[in-house]
């Protein structure tokens, strides 16, 4: 069964650091990956999309990277800032499926 | 940007009755997608939709759930006799296509509290 994985569950960090959250897979045939944002009791918004034949992607302080032979993703975020305190979700499009796999996420707590 | 929309946002109805959840995709979308998100729990799919039939749809997905695509924008989840556990953040989402360079965009949810 195909499964998301996403460490650590929780991290607080002060206002400044730059951070990495991971994120594994159990199968390397996937069509993509996507990092979203998930603030309490709300939506979801896609931060980067990394199809499976790039290794990363970017936007802003955020970057993205994907090493499908080894299942593993992480996102990189730089001098995070308080307003990045959120909980990031990883999702994984296998292929030969019509759906997203979620992880658990990652509540990030940045304080100021 | 183009959004997905979800109305209402929050729908508290009581245990056995009938809601039925609305969303506009973005227009040129051609795959539709309802998952669930329990409190405290992972984002689950429930279905997804595709040229006016269902294309996959999870366990959870009996036949208490119905999807419909009435016209040209809308797309709704029907959950015909709630429970408790049905309590849940619902969340549509909608696609372009399904290859790699194709991501979701999910709307922002309605929260549904089954009393």
């Known amino acids: 069964k195909q499964e998301v994985t996403q460490i650590p569950a929780a991290l607080s960090v002060p206002e400044g650091e730059n951070l990495v959250l991971n994120c594994s897979f159990t199968?390397?045939?996937?069509?993509?990956l996507q990092w979203f944002r998930q603030d309490p009791g709300k939506g979801l918004t896609s931060l980067l999309l990394?199809?499976?034949?790039?290794r990363e992607q970017t936007s802003g302080r955020l970057n993205a990277s994907l090493d499908k032979s080894s299942g593993r993703s992480t996102l990189y975020i730089a001098a995070s800032q308080p307003g990045d305190s959120a909980t990031y979700l990883c999702?994984?499009?296998?292929?030969?499926?019509?759906?997203?796999?979620f992880g658990k996420g990652t509540m990030l707590l940045v304080s100021p | 940007e183009p959004e997905v929309t979800q109305t209402p946002s929050h729908q508290v109805t009581q245990m056995g009755q009938e809601v039925i959840l609305r969303c506009v995709p973005i227009s040129n979308h051609l795959y539709f997608y309802w998952y669930r998100q329990i409190l405290g729990q992972k984002v689950e799919f429930l279905v997804s939709?595709?040229?006016?039939?269902?294309?996959?749809k999870s366990e959870i997905f009996d036949d208490q759930f119905s999807v419909e695509r009435p016209d040209g924008s809308n797309f709704t989840l029907k959950i015909r006799s709630t429970k408790l556990e049905d309590s849940a953040m619902y969340f549509c989402?909608?696609?372009?296509?399904?290859?790699?360079?194709?991501?979701?965009?999910f709307g922002s949810g309605t929260r549904l509290t089954v009393v």
């Open positions: 990394i199809q499976s034949s790039q």
């Open positions: 999702a994984v499009w296998y292929a030969g499926y019509s759906t997203l796999t």
């Open positions: 939709f595709y040229n006016n039939e269902i294309s996959e």
């Open positions: 989402a909608s696609s372009e296509g399904v290859q790699s360079n194709y991501g979701y965009t």
């Open positions: 199968d390397s045939a996937i069509y993509n």
